[in-house]
């Protein structure tokens, strides 16, 4: 009974592993489909999403089962309780990376101002966190899940400023405006994947350290002082 347990968590850790990098490749897809402006390759991450759907429903399926007829403890608990939620995660950042593809091949084309913008720079550290995140999941490993979380900032602050850049940009002249909007809602989808790897560091954090960090990472990474809950009512 124990060898097939270990078996299922295997499975399980493996099918995480292949839709992470699925998704990886997805999102990295779609912004290549931007910078060569190739209708081929946003197509291409389209078509593919359904395969991102198929693993979430397994993956789904796997941790149902797990829980049914069996009892894990510890890490196994953990990563059996986090895995819902990392695959929910994924999902999502496949979600995101069909939506820029779909995005991009409404624009069309680079606009002119395209060189002016963050998108390169967002992408890039987007896809550092993410590929962080991973990287944490496959090897165990905190202090990649808090690389990830502590880059969130910077992508923030970058999505900040390429808004106001975008926003300047479109007062410049009428003719930027629907070229402007439809970029700033590709940084914007850039930023979310953000989001949702850092909600994958998080979990990944929770599985190898034990500690929930959800909402209060400040204070377990960066040693920031917690305020005070109120008592519950």
């Known amino acids: 009974m124990e060898r097939h347990f270990d078996k299922q968590i295997e499975k399980l850790r493996t099918r995480i592993i292949k839709m992470s990098s699925l998704v990886a490749e997805q999102f990295e897809?779609?912004?290549?489909?931007?910078?060569?402006?190739?209708?081929?390759?946003?197509?291409l991450v389209i078509a593919r999403d359904r395969k991102v759907n198929d693993y979430d429903v397994?993956?789904?399926?796997?941790?149902?089962k797990i829980f049914a007829l069996n009892h894990p403890v510890a890490m196994d608990l953990r990563l059996n309780m986090s895995a819902l939620?990392?695959?929910?995660?994924?999902?999502?950042?496949?979600?995101?990376?069909?939506a820029l593809a779909q995005r991009?091949?409404?624009?069309?084309?680079?606009?002119?101002f395209f060189d002016r913008t963050a998108f390169r720079e967002m992408a890039t550290v987007a896809k550092g966190m993410l590929d962080n995140a991973i990287d944490s999941f496959i090897e165990n490993n905190a202090k990649l899940a808090e690389k990830t979380i502590e880059s969130d900032a910077r992508?923030?602050?970058?999505?900040?400023?390429?808004a106001a850049t975008l926003v300047e940009i479109m007062r410049e002249s009428p003719e930027n405006v629907e070229p402007g909007v439809a970029?700033?809602?590709?940084?914007?989808?850039?930023?979310?994947?953000?989001?949702?790897?850092?909600?994958?560091?998080?979990?990944?954090?929770?599985i190898v350290e034990a500690e929930t960090i959800k909402h209060n990472y400040e204070k377990f990474l960066?040693?920031?002082?917690?305020?005070?809950?109120?008592?519950?009512?």
């Open 29 to 43: 897809f779609a912004v290549r489909a931007a910078e060569e402006e190739s209708r081929e390759l946003a197509n």
């Open 58 to 64: 397994k993956i789904e399926k796997g941790c149902m």
């Open 85 to 98: 939620t990392i695959n929910g995660n994924l999902e999502r950042i496949g979600d995101v990376a069909s």
């Open 104 to 112: 991009w091949l409404e624009l069309g084309a680079k606009p002119a």
């Open 155 to 162: 992508l923030k602050r970058l999505g900040n400023e390429n």
């Open 183 to 206: 970029t700033l809602e590709l940084c914007r989808l850039i930023e979310r994947l953000g989001d949702y790897a850092v909600n994958i560091a998080e979990d990944i954090y929770f």
């Open 222 to 233: 960066f040693g920031a002082d917690e305020e005070s809950d109120d008592d519950d009512d």
